[in-house]
């Protein structure tokens, strides 16, 4: 059934239930609407509950990254002990089982009071009408002249980040940002110096080329930048195989081809894959946008007939898959999360040595690690003229608990997360980058960024990521943007190990997000 018939058949409902107000019950506590649905916009009391009020919030953090986050919840209940507390609750271990378990419990009518996650499913939250969400509009709060932001608090947020909760179906916001991440190129810095088995077979006999190598070897993790670099000035002027880091999408097929063709020519046969793409959607996804191939759209046409928001089967879109399969990935240079299969990931590879350059979260930069060589960071290799690399790193929603008090301490808990300082904290431990201009300022961020290049990954992250906020790319969101994302995502494994063709693949993806807003 279309929208628009839909939107008639709810403006008769809304009609009859107006013309039987004076009979209808309210439920009491917080915001409803006729019929007992949930009000999107709630108001923040001037006052405290009289007894301490329990918060939910739900979440899928793991080991330290909850830990840092339980730090924040534990200075707020002491703060606002009696008044409110703040019930941290791992629900799922990764944010698509996090996403399934909030729409089971939905419908359940199980809430919480905060929930982290991603726009797009957030948006399935909210549903193609505004008078069914789950979750609240916030600008009441945001503007509240007490427990809101003024004009130059909101403006100390990293822009990128604060509007991303304005990009939802309907008008203003939905969601604020917890702390945000993006891809990167994490790449063997031993191997791209010389440190690799055909200069190894080559210089086999070449006592200063084993004494560098050695050198390099014996510092592991924390390998010199100096001893790489003469390592690799030497290998050079010897005739071994070094290589340069790719800025480009070209560059980058150049440099895994000829990493591939120096091996053969030393008639090295071992298993080895110069590119590793940790997630099948982010690389179609971000590869679409800078080629200008159509993925999806949230237009007028759309919003009327949902399976127009689908616009990645389309012929561009598969000569590049086709290609990707062809150039890439039957020659042996890229693996990707869908051509691995199963519960194997990219990053394990990287970390035996079995790949050269690994690109993935900077969220994960704790899996992109080896005892063995040095790993170095770049921005991931991109196409066209301007660099786009995709936003990630949650955000937060706020569900209508139908209780303005719970809404009250779940936006004061907000508030506490996205203070400068302890967002800078909370951001930096987990390798993701502060919400907040000021937090970059603080005494947390300036002491973490000095110790960048001693060797620990995750003190590098922030030079990297500062250099690439102005080229922060999001798609579109809506109902059924969370479904594109996942179809998207297993193109290449069906082609690859489930034997279908490029046409089928894609007609698979696009027909199961079809069925996924259909009535």
């Known amino acids: 059934m279309k929208n628009s018939v839909k939107k008639i058949s709810k403006l008769f409902l809304l009609v009859t239930m107006l013309a039987g107000l004076s009979s209808c019950d309210f439920t009491p506590g917080g915001p409803t609407n006729i019929g007992g649905n949930p009000i999107v916009d709630d108001t923040l009391p001037s006052d405290d509950p009289t007894s301490e009020i329990n918060i939910v919030f739900w979440e899928c953090l793991g ?13 707020f209940n002491q703060q606002y002990a009696g008044k409110y507390h703040i019930d941290l609750k791992k629900i799922a271990g990764d944010y698509d089982s996090l996403h399934d378990t909030v729409k089971t419990r939905l419908s359940s009518g199980e809430v919480p009071a905060l929930c982290m996650g991603y726009p797009d499913s957030f948006s399935e939250y909210i549903s193609n009408y505004i008078d069914e969400s789950s979750i609240l509009r916030l600008d009441n709060f945001i503007n509240d002249e007490t427990y809101g932001y003024s004009e130059t608090e909101l403006k100390d947020f990293v822009s990128a980040y604060y509007n991303e909760g304005n990009h939802y179906q ?58 790489l670099d003469a390592l690799k000035e030497y290998t050079a002027s010897k005739g071994g195989y070094t290589y340069n880091v790719p800025k480009t999408w070209d560059e980058m097929i150049q440099v895994a081809s000829k990493m591939k063709q120096d091996m053969q020519t030393e008639s090295i046969n071992s298993e080895f894959y110069p590119i590793g793409y940790d997630s099948d959607a982010n690389l179609l996804i971000t590869q679409f946008a800078q080629r200008n191939i159509d993925y999806t759209t949230n237009d007028e046409a759309s ?43 990219t990053n394990t590879y990287f970390n035996d040595g079995r790949l050269a350059m690994s690109i993935g979260s900077t969220g994960g930069s704790s899996y992109q690690v080896s005892a063995n060589f040095r790993v170095g960071l770049a921005p991931v290799p991109y196409s066209g003229t301007t660099p786009k690399y995709i936003q990630q790193g949650p955000s937060i929603c706020f569900f209508n608990n139908f209780d303005s008090y719970v809404h009250k301490g779940a936006w004061l808990f907000y508030k506490m997360l996205a203070e400068p300082e302890n967002n800078a904290s909370l951001a930096l431990e987990n ?29 590098d992250i922030p030079q990297i990521t500062s250099t690439l906020k102005n080229y922060y790319m999001t798609s579109e969101v809506f109902v059924g943007s969370s479904t594109a994302r996942t179809e998207i995502g297993k193109i290449i494994q069906n082609i690859y190990s489930s034997n279908m063709s490029v046409d089928d693949a894609f007609l698979a993806a696009y027909n199961t997000c079809v069925r996924a807003v259909e009535d």
């Not at 080991?63 to 200075?75: F, M, P, Q, R």
């Not at 150039?327 to 299969?341: A, F, N, R």
């Not at 907040?436 to 973490?448: A, G, H, I, N």
């Open 303 to 345: 919003q009327e007939d949902p399976s127009k928001h689908f616009t990645f089967n389309n012929s561009s879109a598969k000569e590049f898959v086709t290609d990707l399969i062809e150039d890439l990935i039957e020659p042996k240079l890229m693996i990707t999360k869908g051509t691995l299969g199963g519960d194997k990931y």
């Open 63 to 75: 080991g330290a990254k909850e830990g840092n986050l339980g730090i924040i919840a534990d200075k």
């Open 431 to 459: 390798s993701y980058d502060p919400i907040r201009v000021s937090s970059y300022e603080t005494d947390q961020y300036e002491s973490w960024i000095a110790n960048a290049g001693k060797g620990t990954l995750a003190y």
């Open 170 to 227: 309907f008008e203003g916001t939905w969601s604020m940002p917890m702390y945000k991440s993006t891809e990167v190129m994490y790449y063997n810095y031993n191997y791209f110096a010389g440190d690799n088995p055909q200069t190894n077979k080559k210089l086999a006999n070449d006592s200063q080329y084993q004494e560098l190598k050695k050198k390099v070897s014996a510092g592991g993790a924390t390998a010199s930048v100096t001893d």
